[in-house]
């Protein structure tokens, strides 16, 4: 598999010489001054590119175009946001850069409740707590009906943390759900941006009324949409799965395991209609078999996340080491070297360890923690080969 890693334009305090030194081959990066919906302009493109290349680096997958939210609720504008998807797209074929990760998750993109959980040995990764989650549903975001969603059980839990709970520790939710992991993602909402929970419920109200199976038509028909321009150029788009697979905050989320995938690339049976196999997303739901999903979906996959989960017993999820977990990455390498050994991967987040604590990255986009990953799986890639 082609090593590749995430970097998120020349503003990057990791620089594309560092990755080079590291053993990166391909950059996974996006135009992500240009706000969603806006056309990508080929010279935008183009400079982006050779900037990479001048680096003695490829662009090797885009991460993310993003799909706006009125194509995902078919909104008044999703014919002209289709439009302006459809000709970021010619020009990314323009530009030779065909390969476009996306996701079609309503409003918000990957949910943890804690950016900085430590581990024993001093460094710290990712979290998702269930108890804290459903607090800032029910108690800080106060959604209609949210208490359904959760068993009688964890509304006591939430209760008896709504008594102890700090102000700074409702913040750091607040931060962590909706502002930190979102604005360097999808742009709904930015870290300045005044009053963020009012803006998150106005945006979950653009999908009342929008079910599973409704989604699933939106999304068929943005698939459909873009396919000619797809095969015209030999983009392959692959969408990203639903992190954490789960319905959240009463919005249907459509790619959370194996029926739904089979769904999506059945309904758009064409060979640019791809996947990303995100092994670290997919293995945060215990209804999901990993290797068994990468044995079958290996074929139409054309890129990969390799990051793993552990799913604790009370439901909480942790990001793991990369050879730990439900992700057993070890396998799952196995397969796509066997199955599709030209596919692009990325290691995705990494612990903050070391020096990483100092540098304010985006959550989940350590240097020196995803340099360690990367030496696993490049390791673990070299020992399957052999």
């Not at 074929?93 to 996701?103: I, L, M, S, W």
């Not at 395991?257 to 670290?280: E, K, M």
């Amino acid at each position: 598999m082609e090593k590749t890693w995430r970097w998120f334009g020349k503003k990057d305090k990791i620089t594309l010489p560092m990755l080079r030194q590291i053993g990166v081959e391909g950059i996974v990066t996006a135009l992500h001054d240009v706000p969603n919906g806006e056309i990508w302009t080929l010279d935008a493109i183009l400079d982006l590119k050779k900037h990479i290349e001048d680096a003695g680096l490829r662009w090797s997958v885009v991460e993310s175009l993003p799909v706006s939210e009125a194509i995902k609720y078919a909104g008044d504008d999703c014919e002209q946001l289709l439009a302006n998807y459809e000709i970021s797209l010619e020009n990314l074929g323009k530009a030779g850069v065909t390969t476009v990760c996306y996701n079609f998750m309503p409003v918000i993109d990957w949910v943890r409740t804690d950016l900085d959980h430590p581990w024993d040995d001093g460094s710290s990764s990712l979290y998702f707590d269930k108890i804290r989650f459903a607090y800032f549903d029910c108690c800080i975001l106060k959604r209609d009906d949210a208490e359904k969603d959760y068993s009688e059980d964890e509304i006591r839990r939430v209760r008896e943390l709504d008594k102890v709970i700090s102000e700074s520790e409702k913040d750091a939710l607040i931060d962590a759900i909706i502002v930190k992991t979102q604005g360097f993602v999808n742009g709904n909402i930015r870290e300045g941006d005044q009053n963020p929970v009012e803006l998150f419920r106005r945006l979950l109200d653009l999908y009342k009324g929008i079910d599973r199976d409704k989604l699933r038509l939106n999304m068929k028909r943005f698939l459909e949409c873009i396919m000619p321009v797809c095969e015209k150029y030999g983009i392959n788009m692959c969408v990203h799965p639903d992190d954490p697979p789960r319905q959240l905050f009463g919005l249907p989320r459509i790619v959370t395991g194996s029926d739904d995938i089979r769904w999506l690339l059945q309904a758009v049976d064409n060979p640019h209609n791809g996947l990303t196999f995100c092994a670290g997303s997919l293995s945060a739901g215990l209804h999901n078999d990993v290797p068994q999903m990468a044995e079958e979906f290996a074929p139409r996959t054309r890129f990969v996340h390799l990051r793993s989960t552990n799913v604790l017993d009370n439901g909480d999820f942790i990001e793991a080491s990369h050879l730990e977990g439900r992700g057993h990455l070890i396998d799952v390498v196995r397969t796509f070297e066997k199955k599709n050994p030209n596919v692009p991967m990325r290691v995705d987040h990494g612990r903050l360890m070391l020096d990483d604590k100092e540098k304010t990255y985006n959550p989940g986009y350590s240097f020196l923690g995803r340099m360690f990953a990367l030496a696993q799986m490049e390791g673990v890639m070299a020992a399957v080969r052999n």
